[in-house]
C-alpha cells in the first residue's frame, strides 16, 4: 500500500488530526494509523471474511489494548545525551514503564554513539525520535508535539554540553529544541567527569537552570567510566530517577502526608574523646536524608535532627545539625510534639565519661584509660513518654547478625511501634552505600521488602505509613 501523505490533506483535517492525537497521547502518524485500523475493523463488520479480501482482524489482545491503554499514562518525554552513561537510559525506560508510566524517547547525535535508536525503540515500545528535519514528523512541528505532548522532560544523562545548551537556551537540535519548546516540568540527570562538574562554567550553568525553574537528581560520587578517575559526576542510577520521576508526576497522592509534622533523626554521632579525637560508626544518614526528603515531598511539615554527615540539606526540610547524642536528645525534646517520629540515627551507645579538654597525649606510661558511660536512649525516652509522644514512633535496627531476632526484642524493650531492621554486615554494602533491604517490623507481622535504592525504600516508607495513619490521597 502506499504511503499516505498528509501534507495533500487540507488545513482543516490536519488541525482535527493534531487535536486528536495529543487527546490520545500519540504522535499525527500513529493517529492516522489507529483511524485505519478502525476504519478496517468496521469494514469487517460489512465485508465476510475471505482468504482473498485483504482484511485481517488483528487477534492480538494486547496490541489492540496498548494505544487506548498508554493514552491514560502519565508520559514522559526522554531526551537520552551523550554519555557513557546512556546505556543506563535503557534501564530507566523499563524501570519507568514498571511504573506504569509512558515514555517516547528522544536521542541526541552524540547519545547514538552509544546507544541504538532501534534498542530505545523497542524497549520503550514505540519509535524513537533523533532528527529535528524528519520529514515524517516535522510536518507537524513534531518538535513542539515532543515539547508539549508529555506530563515531563526527563533528562539522562545529561552532559556538561547539553547543560550548557539548556542554560543559554541553544536549540540546534531535536533535543535542544524540546528542550527550549517544552512548557511541562523538567527533570535532569547530570552525568560526567568530576572536573567537569566541578568546573565554574558547570556551576554556573546548572545554578542558572535551577533558577528557571529545572529539577535536579544527582550525580552521585563513584568512580568513573575512565580509569583511575572517581568523585561526584556519575548519573543516578535508573530507579532514582525513575522514583524521583513518579513522585514529580503523580503530586496528587505524594501530598498525603500534608499537615502533619514529622521529626527525623539521621546520621551518627560524634562522642569527644578530646579535642581532635571521637567515637563514632559508620553511618552515612543517606538512609534519614532520604526519609526526610520523600516526607517532605509527601507534604509534611518536617524537622531533621542530623549528626555529622557529608549531604546537602534535602529540599524543604527544617535541618537542625548536632554533634553528640546528648545534643540530639535534647533537639529532639525541643522540637516535640509531633505526629511522627523516625529514628534513623545510628546514636553512639556510649561515651567517654570525663572527654579531655586539651589533645590527649601518648606517654611513657602506657595507653591512657578511657572510662565509658551509657548515652541516653532516645528512641526509648520518646516511646515512653505520658505526654506529647507521637502517635508513631518509629525506630531503626541495624544488626550483624541473628536480624529479625534482634530487632523484634528491640520492639519490644523500647516500646516504639515499629522497627526497621536492616543487616549492616560489611558483606551487605548498607552502612556508606546507595541500597539497602529492610524488614517492617510491627507487634503483629514482619513485613520484608526485597532490595532497593534507599530513595525507594524511603518513598515504600512514608507510603506505608501515610496508610497506617489513614492519610487520603
Known sequence: MASLTVRQLDDAIKARLRLRAAKSGRSVEDEVRVILREAADSLDALVPRSSGSGLVQDSDPVRRTRSATSSKLPRVTLIIGGGIAAYKALDLIRRLKERAIHVRCVMTRAAQQFVT?????????????????????????????LARDTDLVVVAPATADLLAKMAQGHADDLATAILLATDKPILVAPAMNPLMWNNAATKRNVAQLARDGVSFIGPNAGEMAEANEAGVGRMSEP?????FAETMLRP????????????????????????????????????????????????????????????????????IRV???????????????????????????WRVANAGEQKIKKTQSGLPKLDLTENPDILAAVSKLKQNRPKLVIGFAAETENLIANATAKLKRKGCDWI???????????????????????????ESWPVMSKDEVANALVKRIADATGAKA
Not at 530505545?120 to 508535539?145: K, N, V, W
Not at 560489611?426 to 524488614?439: K, Q
Open 420 to 446: 526497621v531492621a536492616n543487616d549492616v554486615s560489611p558483606a551487605s554494602g548498607v552502612m556508606g552505600g546507595d541500597r539497602n533491604t529492610v524488614h517492617i517490623i510491627s507487634a503483629n507481622e514482619t
Open 117 to 145: 535508536p532501534l534498542t530505545a525503540s523497542a524497549l520503550a515500545d514505540e519509535r524513537c525520535y533523533t532528527d529535528l528535519f524528519d520529514p515524517q514528523s516535522e510536518f507537524d512541528a513534531g518538535h513542539i508535539r
Open 323 to 349: 554533634e553528640s547524642a546528648r545534643a540530639m536528645l535534647a533537639q529532639v525534646e525541643k522540637s516535640l510534639p509531633a505526629d511522627i517520629a523516625i529514628f534513623a540515627a545510628a546514636v553512639a551507645d
Open 239 to 243: 530507579a532514582e530517577i525513575a522514583a
Open 252 to 319: 496528587i497522592n505524594s501530598r498525603r502526608l500534608a499537615g502533619k509534622k514529622i521529626l527525623i533523626t539521621a546520621g551518627p554521632t560524634h562522642e569527644p574523646i578530646d579535642p581532635v579525637r571521637y567515637i563514632a560508626n559508620r553511618s552515612s544518614g543517606k538512609q534519614g536524608y532520604a526519609i526526610a526528603e520523600a516526607a517532605a515531598r509527601a507534604g509534611a511539615d518536617v524537622v531533621l535532627i542530623s549528626g555529622p554527615v557529608d549531604l546537602d540539606d534535602p529540599a524543604g526540610v527544617q535541618v
